[in-house]
């Protein structure tokens, strides 16, 4: 008895995945489409707000937006600052213009000043337009070093981009059935010692409480030594199949998701790169295959058609 239940208590511990054993029945999904988790953290563990950490992790179109937004901003500010202080602070003739043209020879000193690029038009001739052109120019120094920063830490950043089949298929394998999906390589960087899992979440009842379940797969080839062409990953259902004799209506009724983890050594990084994805029920097909992706009449080279990832027949 004891012994089986170690037993029981350690596949439990391989099979945890971090979301614990909670039913989560009233989520969509444990894992989004992009990879991340279906999380929302609150509580006062979130006070410690890392910029830096934030900017590192917008999206690129929201962080060139900031960006622009933020470059008029500042220098609206600054030129604001010197229309205030006055023409008299200022060399270039611009006490002869009107305060609409003297506002824009501001903000265009304000702009040569935070990039320390310095025509030479107008520049500071009294203490406090002085002071602010150094308070500036120390400004636009800090803020172009962190920008400079910011841009290295997310080219450098490694990160992957496989391409995953939009659903699973189950069709004939071996004389039995298999759980199929398929994965490609869209870059040209190579991709090697890939390694595949395939977690089998779903909801058990015991004594009328819903808990979630994890298990691991056994795939057909979880280890691959180089990804040129498509993988498509397999996990028969066999005898010892926890998916054996399940219809789709079993799956849907079990709130089923198989969470697939990704693995491998890209070149271009020289470091190990990781992507996570998830299926749900209703996107998994009975009685269907995949489509082939290889196109003939090619003689040079081996051409994969990545639009046809997701294509299914009739098995």
Request: aromatic share 14%; with cysteine; hydrophobic share 40%.
């Amino acid at each position: 008895m004891a012994e089986n239940r170690l037993k029981k208590n350690l596949k439990a511990a391989l099979e945890e995945t971090g979301f614990g054993s909670k039913s989560f029945s009233d989520i969509d999904r444990l894992i989004l489409e992009d990879g991340s988790f279906n999380v929302t953290k609150k509580g006062a563990g979130l006070k410690s707000f890392s910029f830096y950490y934030w900017l590192l992790n917008l999206h690129w179109t929201r962080l060139i937006l900031y960006g622009v937004i933020g470059y008029f901003i500042v220098n609206l500010i600054f030129a604001s600052f010197y229309f205030l202080a006055g023409p008299e602070q200022l060399s270039g003739g611009v006490d002869q213009a009107s305060s609409f043209d003297f506002f824009l020879h501001c903000f265009y000193f304000s702009t040569q000043t935070l990039t320390t690029v310095g025509y030479g038009f107008i520049s500071p001739v009294k203490g406090l337009s002085s002071i602010l052109a150094a308070f500036e120019a120390m400004f636009g120094l800090l803020s172009f070093a962190l920008a400079t920063s910011v841009l290295y830490g997310r080219f450098s950043k490694a990160k992957s981009k496989i391409l995953f089949s939009k659903v699973m298929v189950i069709s004939p394998y071996h004389g039995i059935k298999g759980l199929k999906f398929r994965i490609a390589n869209p870059r040209k960087s190579q991709v090697i010692e890939l390694k595949a899992r395939v977690i089998y979440s779903h909801l058990e009842f015991e004594n009328g409480v819903s808990k979630r379940r994890y298990e691991q797969l056994d795939l057909e080839i979880d280890f691959i030594n180089m990804f040129p062409l498509p993988w498509t990953i397999v996990h028969p259902l066999g005898k010892d199949s926890p998916l054996n004799g399940k219809s789709k209506a079993d799956l849907e009724k079990e709130q089923t998701e198989f969470i697939v983890l990704l693995k491998g050594y890209d070149d271009t990084f020289n470091q190990y790169v990781h992507q996570i994805n998830s299926y749900r029920a209703n996107e998994v097909l009975f009685d269907a295959d995949f489509e082939p992706m290889f196109d003939a009449g090619y003689e040079t080279s081996t051409t994969v058609q990545l639009d046809k990832i997701s294509d299914t027949k009739r098995a």
